[in-house]
């Protein structure tokens, strides 16, 4: 009986870490932070991913229903997105812009990477990736009256399958600063292909019931068989793109880093905003 109590607050401690460390919700729990604990906590990021998708999706309906503009509400819908996140995956994908583009050797780009401040490519980086957010998201917005209700719960399953991602990145991709000390992607040393397993199973599991929650609720229109491509189609579209961007960036850097994750987790977010607009408008 302890050892399975040990092991559901083991479990508990790293559903709670794993929220901690990916967004900035009231998690009251105080937790030791370690190697063995961080390991644990990745299983748990498409989860994290699938419950920030749900609260955007709702902030987005509610604004929506309060009659506010297309654009005006994708842009609230976009700050509470950003605002959930704490900017973490933002800050990473302004500092690899900043290193990636830099042009410079290897050791000169990872410096760069870690400097606290932001140069131009980085700038123009998170602009331009807000622009695409945003004009994604008013045009799903947009579609009130018969598509809404086909399209826009359907959001959540894209920092879902954008996190799902960052685990297979840990896993498939070298560190880039395996010599060097400091970090937060060298916490991850150790994620190895039964924690990715496992998450894709959890991220699988989720996008299928949700669909199947949302077909149930009438919200869209599907059989369990079209569910299970559905999400498929999101998670292939996260893995193709995430592995060219991957290779792209290890090439570079000998490796990828914590910035490079958050980079491809906000990267992949918009292609599959993409995916589903091209969805919708079918």
Known sequence: ???????????????????????????????????ALFRRSVVFYPFVGWVLGGLVAVLGGMLTALGLPPTVAAALTLCGWIALTGALHLDGLMDTADGIFSHRSRERMLEIMKDSRVGAMGVIACVLLLLIKWSLLSELLGTSGERLPSSWPLVSLAPLWSRWFMVAAI????????????????????VGWRHAGVQTALALALSWLTICGLTAAGWISSTP??????????????????????????????????????????????????????????
């Open 1 to 35: 009986m302890r050892a399975v109590v040990a092991l559901i607050g083991a479990w508990g401690a790293a559903c709670a870490a794993a929220f901690q460390f990916l967004t900035r919700l009231p998690v009251p729990v105080r937790l030791e932070y370690d190697d």
């Open 171 to 190: 896993v498939g991709w070298p560190y880039a600063r395996a010599s060097q000390s400091g970090g937060l992607g060298g916490f991850f040393r150790g």
């Open 225 to 282: 068989g079209e569910g299970l491509r559905l999400a498929l189609a999101f998670g292939l579209t996260a893995g193709v793109l995430g592995a060219v961007m991957s290779t792209y960036i290890a090439r570079k850097l000998g490796g990828l880093t914590g910035d490079t994750y958050g980079a491809m987790n906000e990267t992949i977010e918009a292609a599959l905003l993409l995916l589903l607009w091209m969805m919708a408008v079918r």
